[in-house]
């Protein structure tokens, strides 16, 4: 049987996210994203169209890199202003049954003790319908912002991350047993005192001791992503990550990246295909392929290519401003997201040829197309690379997850590539086609699971 397309809607808690400018188009909506409606109407949309997940991005601080301002960020709203991911969710989970959220969240800046008892609170009044993707920060801004001079060192940040899960596996899976909760009327026991333990963690960066404040949710622990692509992310994503989030933008090279992940999580004792690995990628559908040409020109007049380039000169740490249209732009090694700044140290790249990149105000790989052009394309990709799905981007909201639902969802199910209906369970049940809402045997957190002796450390590898 051919792999079924694994689908999340990519979005923010704000009006520019991916593709930047589109906001000024008439028929955007993404100017109510402060309004409750804004996102239970998303969420009913997206189940009615059978997405597995809303992957809701996340960022602390501001872009100030391009020009070294916030001027086109600010007049563009490129991520700012920006609200909360967490606080969005008791509302969507309560106008769906099914829909899963992936949920961005700093580790840098989260205590992970007061963060454990966020995730579980979430994942039992979603029933079980939570990820955290896991981010460790690239902006001085927000380092500056929480009293810090700069950013730790990338692969500094990824030992720090390396820990943290170590405390979160110990409060979600370790403090309570799984039949702590008895809820005794007649004998007034609520939880047996024996069955849950204090966890004590004595760390290079964390000292946590306590139990975890939340009884055992659905998933204990949340469904775990990470967009890491370096050396070190991908050691990371190895012992950790059970979805990966990646950007390509060719075939060959995406395949590359998607064996890596592969082979990181087997160097970990993991089975490689326990991890799913989804890309981000913009679908612009019509009626006829005539239609969705006649759309990307009309969206083409309203995006803002200098917003994009402003957005991508923080994920690299290089100020494009200062270049003229067709002076090479310089690679120095910087401290922001590695994959970014290789895409600029592999090619000779101007500021004419990031504007033209970032035409519809990103640079994710855009289909456009017919339903039946679209699917087809969607299938290559899966197939020819081996990932499992996609993180569909925003253009003009909600129009363009409309017309994915009613025009793309259908071809791709009359091909048998697209699921007729959810299954049962947790939203790890769902990805994994499980019967078990819990991590895996294979993964290194669940060897933290109800554990009544001191849980141990070092058990994860290292690459």
């Not at 990824?158 to 007649?186: H, M, N, T």
């Amino acid at each position: 049987m051919a792999k079924q397309i694994l689908l999340n809607a990519f979005n923010m808690n704000c009006i520019g996210h991916i593709n930047h400018g589109l906001w000024t188009h008439p028929r955007d909506t993404s100017t109510q994203y402060k309004t409750l409606d804004y996102w239970t109407d998303l969420a009913r949309l997206l189940e009615r169209g059978l997405f597995d997940g809303l992957f809701i991005a996340d960022i602390v601080g501001t872009y100030d890199v391009y020009g070294q301002s916030l001027d086109v960020t600010l007049k563009e709203s490129i991520q700012l202003p920006v609200n909360d991911p967490l606080l969005l969710v008791s509302a969507m989970a309560a106008v769906t049954r099914h829909l899963g959220f992936g949920l961005t969240a700093n580790l840098t800046y989260e205590a992970p003790y007061l963060f454990a008892r966020r995730l579980s609170t979430l994942d039992h009044l979603s029933n079980g319908r939570v990820g955290w993707n896991i981010v460790t920060g690239y902006l001085d801004s927000a380092a500056r912002a929480m009293g810090l001079e700069q950013q730790p060192e990338h692969d500094r940040r990824y030992d720090q991350a390396d820990e943290y899960l170590q405390v979160l596996y110990k409060l979600l899976e370790g403090s309570w047993a799984d039949d702590a909760v008895v809820a005794d009327r007649e004998q007034r026991v609520y939880a047996r005192p024996d069955k849950v333990r204090k966890v004590a963690h004595h760390g290079e960066f964390y000292d946590v001791e306590g139990y975890h404040l939340c009884e055992p949710s659905p998933q204990r622990t949340p469904v775990l992503f990470q967009a890491g692509s370096s050396a070190r992310g991908l050691a990371f994503a190895g012992n950790h990550a059970e979805c990966v989030f990646i950007s390509g933008q060719e075939k060959a090279a995406t395949r590359a990246q998607v064996d890596k992940v592969r082979a990181a999580a087997q160097a970990a004792g993991r089975d490689p295909q326990a991890v799913k690995v989804f890309m981000g990628i913009t679908v612009i559908v019509g009626k006829t392929e005539d239609e969705a040409r006649a759309l990307h020109a009309e969206y083409l007049r309203y995006a803002s290519p200098e917003a994009g380039v402003a957005h991508f000169a923080s994920s690299t740490g290089i100020d494009f401003s200062r270049y003229e249209l067709d002076e090479p732009i310089g690679f120095a090694k910087g401290n922001a997201i590695q994959s970014a700044t290789r895409q600029l140290q592999e090619s000779a790249w101007t500021r004419r040829r990031l504007l033209e990149q970032h035409a519809l105000g990103g640079r994710y790989v855009v289909l456009v197309g017919s339903p039946e052009q679209v699917a087809e394309q969607l299938i290559g990709w899966l197939d020819d690379t081996g990932l499992d799905g996609f993180n569909l981007t925003r253009t003009v909201t909600p129009e363009s997850f409309e017309a994915f639902i009613d025009l793309v969802v259908p071809e791709l199910q009359r091909r048998g590539r697209y699921k007729t209906d959810y299954a049962e369970g947790t939203l790890r049940e769902k990805l994994f086609a499980s019967d078990h809402p819990h991590l895996p045997a294979d993964h290194p957190g669940s060897t933290y699971r109800n554990a009544h002796t001191p849980a141990p450390t070092g058990a994860l590898h290292h690459a």
